[in-house]
């Protein structure tokens, strides 16, 4: 009689997890693609960081420096924080994963709000935990939605803000409601993604609140406004007990030369920062407007996208509009994952991207 056969099996919740799906970047049929879908500048990454990466090409034999010190320095530099306090990684996606598997485990709960960034359910997974949601009111987190899911088993909270995929945010005085509520062993982090984009009076980042608190962490990136994505590099910042905890279960390399190079070179960029501001302060508006003269609902938003809510009539569909625009190249999100069947994602592109979508959508919508 043969023996069944026997196999490694995963830990408990990794089979519970759907694996991350990025943004479709081609459309079948279709030579020339305009995508739309993963919130990349449209103005390309600062000539300083080019040349920067170019640079570090000479020595690709030689192992980084594994406290990435000069990025460190840098962004210390530009916004004024104790280097020893800023931990970088591979994207802000790895860091946040350090995160939760440096504070969650079997038998602990991470919560999130009901739209909020899919890696965070999948961090909680990945590490043994158990995924908690709270509900949003008209799409923007609600702080007292979060505090009464917090447990006796909760260990961390996360804040994406401003949120992907709806682009709406919590006022600063908000978020210092929802720090200041939280018991001291609870970990809030705040991913501030897109926090370059925001141009509101009552947003703040975060990096004050981490300044003041010892449970408060703070994530950003190098991929949406610095239009290094193809890199990764992401950076928090920390109250030092907890950049200790992550920097002891990192890897030793875990951001290459050329990235330091390039990061360090981007941050120093103000003026390619602000030029990428200008162009989303003249077309997120303006996208907004024009979409919704087309009879579709836009979610107000403060990052570099903008999410559409299609009609349910026959013809009109999310799913019918993905069709549509992909067969002209013009590639949008789906982003059902999230729960939201009924819309698209559309990252603020080029003025000819842009106006691209609006035609293509006035001729779907028959509008």
Request: glycine residues 8%.
């Amino acid at each position: 009689m043969n023996e069944p056969i026997q196999a490694p099996v995963p830990r408990s919740g990794v089979m519970q997890i759907q694996a991350y799906v990025p943004g479709k970047s081609s459309a079948a049929g279709v030579a020339r693609v305009v995508k739309l879908s993963s919130n990349e500048t449209p103005l390309g990454p600062s000539r300083a960081a080019i040349e920067a990466f170019k640079s570090a090409a000479d020595s690709l034999e030689a192992y980084p420096d594994g406290a990435a010190s000069a990025l460190r320095a840098a962004i210390a530099d530009r916004y004024g924080l104790d280097p020893a306090r800023i931990v970088c990684g591979a994207g802000s996606d790895e860091l946040l994963s350090l995160l939760t598997h440096a504070y969650i485990g079997p038998g602990d709960e991470g919560l999130y709000s009901e739209y909020g960034f899919l890696m965070y359910r999948i961090a909680i997974l990945a590490a043994g935990g158990t995924p908690v949601v709270a509900p949003e009111k008209n799409r923007v987190a609600d702080v007292d939605a979060l505090l009464a899911r917090v447990s006796s088993r909760t260990r961390i909270v996360y804040l994406a803000n401003p949120n992907n995929p709806t682009g709406t945010y919590l006022p600063h005085e908000e978020v210092k409601r929802l720090a200041a509520s939280l018991p001291p062993h609870v970990l809030l982090v705040l991913d501030a993604a897109y926090a370059e984009y925001v141009k509101r009076n009552d947003y703040s980042a975060g990096l004050e609140l981490v300044s003041t608190s010892t449970n408060v962490v703070m994530t950003r990136t190098f991929s949406k406004i610095h239009g290094l994505a193809a890199l990764r590099i992401g950076w928090l910042y920390a109250p030092a007990a907890i950049a200790d905890a992550v920097n002891r279960i990192r890897g030793p390399f875990n951001v290459s030369a050329p990235a330091i190079a390039a990061g360090a070179a981007a941050i120093r960029d103000l003026a390619h920062v602000e030029a990428s501001v200008a162009h989303n302060e003249v077309w997120l508006p303006w996208l907004t407007r024009e979409l919704t003269t087309l009879g579709l609902n836009v979610t107000p938003s403060v990052g570099n996208f903008v999410l559409i809510d299609f009609p349910t009539s026959a013809g009109k569909t999310a799913a019918e509009a993905d069709t549509f625009l992909s067969r002209r190249g013009l590639v949008l999100r789906a982003v059902g994952a999230y729960g939201l069947p009924h819309s698209l994602r559309m990252t603020i592109g080029t003025e000819d991207a842009n106006r691209a979508v609006v035609e293509a959508l006035r001729e779907f919508m028959g509008a």
